[in-house]
């Protein structure tokens, strides 16, 4: 991908530059790789840690994991833990664009919004190409709402409006991640308060560099999942397809999460073996409460 695209500049048009980019993403998404998961929530991993900023919260991205992972499902993970679950939720639900589809959108991160309102940003998103249609959706919720909770409802919707034109199962979460970036997010902040061709303009670099980003990572990610595969034919371990589903499924995982392979011991085993033949990554550097991923 020539490096005019992966940057988003104006040397070959942001419109052009995320037309490039999308297209080289989309048929990656469209082929349903088994790491599929892994992709979306390592997106929803960046996007909750270029936006806990918005949220003043200093936590990064191995904070943000641990908050998740570490915290069971009915306990309260901390501001840093919803967030991250927030971004989570919006990559694992069912791209929809109707009422109940906004509501689950709403309620990540403010509830008292109406599904309403969220209709009225997104208006005829079909009028217009794709990422015209996100950044105009994510414009009109913005000013709709002020403070953090637009902000963050706004880069969220921008998300599942693009995924919706695009037709993927479920959004990936792209223009929040961009935030990491200074110079594309003083852009962005510049013109967050119009709608007009220049917001338009930030939001077509922005999602040129995130497309191309997250396209990088889908062809690291194929690489590493090839790896996993070459080292599973060394181990011999009862209920170790179950392991690999559950492994491909999500960002990182700790080894209580492989529930079928009988034990927790026997589950730490089974990952220990796979890091020590190359096929996984353990992400903490610790030596409890490990976490593993590709």
């Known amino acids: 991908m020539p490096a005019w695209v992966r940057r988003g500049r104006e040397e070959g048009g942001a419109a052009l530059a995320a037309g490039a980019a999308f297209l080289a993403l989309d048929q990656a ?20 840690a270029a936006t806990s900023r918005l949220l003043r919260l200093r936590e990064g991205l191995a904070e943000l994991r641990d908050a998740h992972h570490l915290t069971r499902p009915a306990d309260d993970p901390g501001p840093a833990g919803h967030l991250h679950r927030a971004w989570r939720c919006l990559a694992s639900q069912p791209t929809r664009l109707d009422a109940s589809g906004l509501a689950r959108l709403a309620n990540l ?31 009109r919720l913005r000013a709709a709402i002020a403070g953090p909770d637009g902000e963050l409802l706004g880069l969220m919707l921008a998300d599942l409006v693009l995924a919706t034109r695009f037709g993927w199962a479920n ?18 902040e510049r013109c967050e308060r119009t709608s007009g061709l220049e917001w338009i303009s930030a939001c077509q670099a922005a999602y040129a560099m ?19 595969t070459i080292a599973m034919q060394a181990v011999r371990t009862r209920g170790a397809s179950h392991g690999l589903a559950v492994v491909l499924a999500d960002d990182v995982v700790t080894a209580t999460r492989l529930t079928g392979l009988g034990s927790e011991r026997a589950a730490r085993r089974f990952l220990d073996r796979l890091v020590a033949l190359g096929g996984l990554r353990e992400h903490t550097g610790r030596t409890t409460f490990r976490l593993y991923g590709l």
Do not use: F, K
Not at 29 to 46: E, F, K, V, Y
Not at 119 to 124: C, P
Not at 171 to 188: F, G, I, M, Q
Not at 210 to 228: F, G, I, K
């Open 29 to 48: 998404l469209r082929a349903a790789p088994p790491w599929l998961g892994t992709l979306r929530l390592r997106q929803a991993l960046a996007a909750a």
């Open 109 to 139: 991160v403010a509830p008292a919004v109406a599904p309403n309102d969220l209709l009225m940003a997104v208006g005829d998103h079909e009028a217009a190409d794709p990422v015209t249609a996100a950044a105009t959706a994510a414009a």
């Open 171 to 188: 959004p990936v979460p792209l223009l929040a991640t961009v935030l990491a970036h200074s110079e594309l997010r003083a852009r962005l």
């Open 210 to 228: 995130a497309a191309a980003e997250t396209y990088a990572r889908a062809l690291d990610l194929a690489r590493r999942a090839e790896a996993l």
